[in-house]
């Protein structure tokens, strides 16, 4: 008896540091992910996702949207710019959108997994902080995303400016997180170990389903594939505690 009780907490214990295991790959021609929470959220809230491209794009690809509806307004992204080398955190309304950005050293992130946050503090103050606390930018200026509901990865609500490159580990909280939890998100730590209880939307994405499962609170928020691929590679994610019920399904 005592054996087999050692052996449950070893294994209890390997479970609760596992890593993730794996991404998608959005190189496939008219890739996306998009579903519908139950409810809508308005600032504040903080989204979050790792990404990796071989090249920066150069253009205005989007990786993680959550929107209203089908159009190109009222919404806040996670994109890269036109601008080379520069990563942005926009928030949209009908009268146009405002980066809040963050240029890196040319050519810094190509071929490797980095992580990025946008904040929305309030309409008028937003920042995204990629992969340390201090890459960060606030943009000040009047731009009301509105009452949010949908998700779009790895493309806009219209179906423009696809990503053609891989994302893995997105959440939505909402809440404007501390410098704390923004931190530990980009250092490594899996959303399902930050700030449960305001984690609304939470995709692993470690599964190859057809319907990637919110793991989040909202009761919604599932998202159907289209196009994108299951990938090996993967960001060095370490997820336990509250991530322990995720990672017990996936061992199944």
């Given at each position: 008896?005592?054996?087999?009780?050692?052996?449950?907490?070893?294994?209890?214990?390997?479970?609760?540091?596992?890593?993730?295991?794996?991404?998608?790959?959005?190189?496939?021609?008219?890739?996306?992910?998009?579903?519908?929470?139950?409810?809508?959220?308005?600032?504040?809230?903080?989204?979050?996702?790792?990404?990796?491209?071989?090249?920066?794009?150069?253009?205005?690809?989007?990786?993680?949207?959550?929107?209203?509806?089908?159009?190109?307004?009222?919404?806040?992204?996670?994109?890269?710019?036109?601008?080379?080398?520069?990563?942005?955190?926009?928030?949209?309304?009908?009268?146009?959108?405002?980066?809040?950005?963050?240029?890196?050293?040319?050519?810094?992130?190509?071929?490797?997994?980095?992580?990025?946050?946008?904040?929305?503090?309030?309409?008028?103050?937003?920042?995204?902080?990629?992969?340390?606390?201090?890459?960060?930018?606030?943009?000040?200026?009047?731009?009301?995303?509105?009452?949010?509901?949908?998700?779009?990865?790895?493309?806009?609500?219209?179906?423009?400016?696809?990503?053609?490159?891989?994302?893995?580990?997105?959440?939505?909280?909402?809440?404007?997180?501390?410098?704390?939890?923004?931190?530990?998100?980009?250092?490594?730590?899996?959303?399902?170990?930050?700030?449960?209880?305001?984690?609304?939307?939470?995709?692993?994405?470690?599964?190859?389903?057809?319907?990637?499962?919110?793991?989040?609170?909202?009761?919604?928020?599932?998202?159907?594939?289209?196009?994108?691929?299951?990938?090996?590679?993967h960001p060095a994610i370490t997820c336990g505690g509250s991530s322990f019920g995720r990672r017990r399904r996936m061992q199944q």
């Amino acid at each position: 008896m005592k054996t087999k009780r050692f052996s449950t907490i070893v294994s209890l214990c390997f479970l609760l540091v596992q890593s993730a295991v794996a991404s998608y790959d959005f190189s496939p021609a008219n890739p996306s992910m998009v579903g519908t929470f139950n409810s809508t959220y308005t600032v504040p809230f903080t989204v979050g996702c790792w990404i990796k491209f071989a090249n920066h794009p150069e253009s205005g690809d989007f990786a993680f949207v959550l929107h209203k509806d089908a159009n190109n307004d009222e919404m806040v992204a996670i994109e890269t710019s036109g601008t080379a080398d520069r990563f942005d955190y926009r928030h949209y309304d009908a009268a146009g959108s405002q980066p809040a950005f963050h240029t890196s050293d040319a050519d810094e992130y190509n071929g490797v997994w980095v992580a990025i946050v946008g904040t929305s503090e309030s309409t008028s103050i937003w920042n995204i902080f990629v992969e340390l606390i201090t890459n960060t930018h606030e943009r000040s200026a009047s731009r009301d995303p509105g009452a949010l509901g949908k998700i779009s990865i790895g493309t806009s609500p219209a179906g423009t400016g696809d990503w053609v490159n891989k994302i893995a580990e997105c959440g939505v909280w909402n809440a404007e997180e501390s410098d704390a939890n923004i931190t530990s998100f980009l250092s490594g730590t899996c959303a399902a170990n930050i700030d449960s209880g305001n984690l609304v939307g939470y995709w692993p994405l470690d599964t190859d389903n057809s319907t990637q499962s919110n793991e989040g609170t909202d009761t919604g928020g599932d998202l159907t594939v289209t196009a994108a691929t299951f990938d090996a590679d993967h960001p060095a994610i370490t997820c336990g505690g509250s991530s322990f019920g995720r990672r017990r399904r996936m061992q199944q």
